[in-house]
């Protein structure tokens, strides 16, 4: 009750107490203790910090992988969790390791199209393009698409989240114009996902940046005056690459020729 109503301070109390009493009367391997385990580990994810969250998900998994094995759902979600901890504090080579395991577990016991699988499959690429390597990240990414594409069709928001990944990754490759259909695509199937605002503005930004890049600046303007309305509607600050992408449009219409937008990273 703590935790939902936002009493976070209280909740960590509740939650320490009921561990330590678990720990007591149950030891320390017993699944309600596994439980309470995990529930003070995700409150000190959600309270920023990391640090104290880490071991104790560390000792979950490996009761977990001693009691169920390292397929089992339970094993596989806890895994999950901490490689996403892992990734959060900028561990990314463990973090990856640990997704590898995951998506190996997911793709045995759930099959290749499973919804679970096709998450894993693109947290997975999402920590190796993390650690500066879209070329490798590209193929997981790709899969994930169509997978998604296959099993809960084109307008599905999982889906259009992984056209948008794509088009970024592409786009840190240098590549727009393998970008720019996605976000076409992804801009034409958006008003059906009803997108958050944060959400639809970061797809508008990627978009404008990806149309000046190729010297499109006619159809990038607009788009990218859409994104800065829609940032700030979301309470955003516009990023960078857009003022930069407006800046160079703005300097390149007084010349007689314009030249296509300088490289630049897509939003995050």
């Known amino acids: 009750m703590y935790h939902t109503q936002g009493n976070l ?3 960590e109390s509740i939650y320490r107490d009921v561990l330590d009493r678990a720990r007591r009367a149950l030891g320390n391997e017993h699944r309600h203790t596994l439980t309470a385990i995990s529930n003070l580990a995700m409150l000190y994810g959600q309270t920023g910090k990391p640090a ?3 071991p104790l998900l560390r000792e979950a998994l490996a009761h ?3 009691a169920l094995g390292d397929d089992h759902s339970d094993t596989l979600i806890l895994m999950n969790n901490l490689a996403g901890l892992l990734q959060w504090q900028k561990k990314l080579p463990e973090a990856e390791q640990l997704f590898r395991q995951v998506l190996a577990g997911r793709r045995r016991t759930l099959g290749d199209d499973s919804p679970e699988t096709l998450l894993s499959i693109t947290n997975l690429g999402g920590i ?3 650690q500066g390597k879209p070329a490798d990240a590209e193929p997981l990414f790709r899969e994930g698409l169509a997978g998604r594409r296959h099993v809960l069709g084109d307008d599905n928001p999982a889906t259009l989240q992984s056209m948008h990944i794509l088009g ?3 786009m840190r490759q240098d590549r727009p114009a393998e970008a720019e259909p996605l976000f076409a695509e992804l801009y034409r199937r958006a008003p059906s996902a009803k997108l958050e605002p944060k959400r639809a503005a970061d797809l508008m930004c990627n978009w404008g940046i990806c149309l000046a890049r190729l010297g499109r600046f006619a ?14 509607e979301a309470g955003v600050e516009t990023p960078k690459p857009v003022l930069d992408a407006l ?10 020729a314009m030249t296509p937008a300088p490289s630049s990273s897509p939003v995050p």
């Open 9 to 11: 301070a209280e909740a």
């Open 52 to 54: 104290a969250a880490e």
């Open 64 to 66: 977990r992988r001693r």
């Open 128 to 130: 190796i393009q993390e």
């Open 168 to 170: 970024r990754c592409l």
């Open 219 to 232: 159809e990038a303007e607009p788009a990218l005056r859409e994104a800065q309305r829609r940032f700030a």
């Open 247 to 256: 800046a160079h449009m703005q300097q390149a219409s007084t010349r007689p």
